[in-house]
Structure formats: structure tokens, C-alpha cells
């Protein structure tokens, strides 16, 4: 697979770890069929009860890689893999925690939708550009975002692009808690051991309770999915990549 996604065990808990701090952990092709494989373990082991993600000091994630990312999403499957993962983090049958420092982008945004608790440190800024890149939301974010903080701050943060800091997504309950970027990663396992230490099958039951129709999560991530490929192929978003890329050099 890949060294810049590793995968750990400790007891019942998997950690999978986003490992590119030269590129602020912005995803390859590569790092998504590596988080797709794990999660796919993980779902299959009855050894395995929570799942967390951590990303590295300063950086949860950049977003996706955008040589990587358009090489792929024009490419004779158009993003497959991409997809994919995220029906996977949709569908997951276990508790989903994560641990975010810092750079929170896109998907390092996206992500944390679906998990059950998510810790993050002062510092973390979330942010989801997609609009300002001729793109549109994805990973359901335009069903969960607005459910969860309401139709403007989701607009805030989806359409306009707005950062929310750690304690704007506290208060508007995107997060669980804000804690020291020294103690995030203890924080965030403890709470995992704690987690999986309970009758799990009480647990399943309870989350999926909480979750919902997961059916109306998976559609519209594919209905994201058809504008977001869409879009790929505009000249609003050939633009603004074109400027991106040139910003980078």
C-alpha cells in the first residue's frame, strides 16, 4: 500500500494515522485505498471495536493531493477509489473517532462528519473550499452540515469557504471537544479504550440509532458525486486550478 498511511492496533482499537507531513497530509489515490483497506478490516474483525484517525502535529489533512486528485478524477474511472472510501466511512458499522490538529481541508474537514466524536486542538481552523475551486460539497456534507449547525452556518462553511476555528465548530457542534495539541492524542485513545470496553453489540445498536438512515447518507454522496465530476470537467474549475497550481509554484 503506502508508508504514508499507517495502520496500528492497540488492544481493541485500530488507529489509522494520515502520514504525509511534507504535503500536510493532502491524500493520494495511493492513501485512500490504504484508509479503504483498513476501515474494510476493520469492519470484518470482530477484534477490532472503534476506529480512530489522527493526522500528524499541525496537519489532520490538506485535502486531496490536486495533481494526484485530477490525474485520478479524469482518469478512466473517475475517482473510483475516492468514492468508494467514503461509502465505507458511511456504512461503518463501529464507532469512528478522530483527532484533528491544525490543518483540517476538504476531506480533512468532510471526514470528521462521520465520526461519533471528534477532539480537536486550539490551534485547528476547518475549512471546506470546494465552491472557491468551481466544485461543490461532497462526502454528504450538504445533508449532515446543515443538520447538525443549520442552513447558514452550513452555508457559511460549505458555499462561502468560511474557516471555522475549533470554538466555532464546538459551539456549532461539528466537534466534542477542544483539547492541548500535547494531549490530543492521548485524549482521543483514552476515550477509544473507554468506548471499546462497552457491550458492543448494546453499542451498535445505539449508534445506529443515532445515525439513522445510512441509505440517505450513501445517495447523497453519490449525488455529490455526479455534480463533483461534472464540475471537474468545467471552465470555472479548470480556472481555478490552473491558479492553484500556480499559487503552489
Known amino acids: 500500500m503506502t508508508d504514508q498511511i499507517i495502520v496500528e492496533r492497540r488492544g481493541a482499537v485500530q488507529i489509522i494515522r494520515m502520514n504525509r507531513p511534507d ?4 491524500l493520494t489515490r495511493a492513501m485512500y485505498l490504504a484508509m479503504l ?6 469492519d470484518a ?7 480512530v484517525f489522527l493526522g500528524v502535529p499541525g496537519a489532520f489533512s490538506a485535502g486531496n493531493d490536486m495533481a494526484d486528485f485530477l490525474a485520478m478524477a479524469t482518469g478512466g474511472d473517475g475517482g473510483r477509489d475516492v468514492w468508494d472510501f467514503l461509502h465505507v466511512l458511511a ?11 491544525g490543518i483540517a ?9 462521520h465520526c461519533d466524536l471528534t477532539f480537536a486542538t486550539p490551534r485547528t481552523v476547518f475549512r471546506t473550499p470546494f465552491v472557491d475551486l468551481g466544485l461543490v460539497p461532497e462526502a454528504a456534507s450538504s445533508l ?3 443538520r447538525i449547525v443549520g442552513r447558514q452556518d452550513a452555508f457559511a462553511l460549505l458555499a462561502l469557504g468560511e474557516g471555522f476555528s475549533a470554538e466555532r465548530a464546538k459551539a456549532a457542534g461539528l466537534i466534542y471537544e477542544i483539547v492541548a495539541e500535547d494531549a490530543l492524542e492521548a485524549t482521543v485513545l483514552a476515550k477509544a479504550e473507554e468506548i471499546a470496553a462497552k457491550p458492543p453489540q448494546a453499542l451498535r445498536i445505539a449508534r445506529d440509532l443515532l445515525l439513522g438512515r445510512r441509505d440517505e447518507v450513501v445517495a447523497r ?9 461534472e464540475r471537474l470537467k468545467s471552465d470555472e474549475a479548470r480556472a ?5 497550481m500556480n499559487r503552489k509554484k
Open 23 to 26: 504535503k500536510k497530509n493532502a
Open 37 to 42: 483497506a483498513a476501515l474494510t478490516e476493520a
Open 45 to 51: 474483525d470482530p477484534a477490532i471495536r472503534v476506529s
Open 91 to 101: 456504512k461503518f458499522g463501529k464507532p469512528l473517532l478522530s483527532g484533528v490538529d
Open 105 to 113: 481541508v476538504g476531506i480533512g474537514t468532510t471526514l470528521n462528519l
Open 144 to 146: 449532515i452540515v446543515p
Open 221 to 229: 454522496i453519490d449525488e455529490e458525486g455526479r455534480h463533483f465530476a
Open 240 to 244: 481555478a486550478f490552473v491558479a492553484f
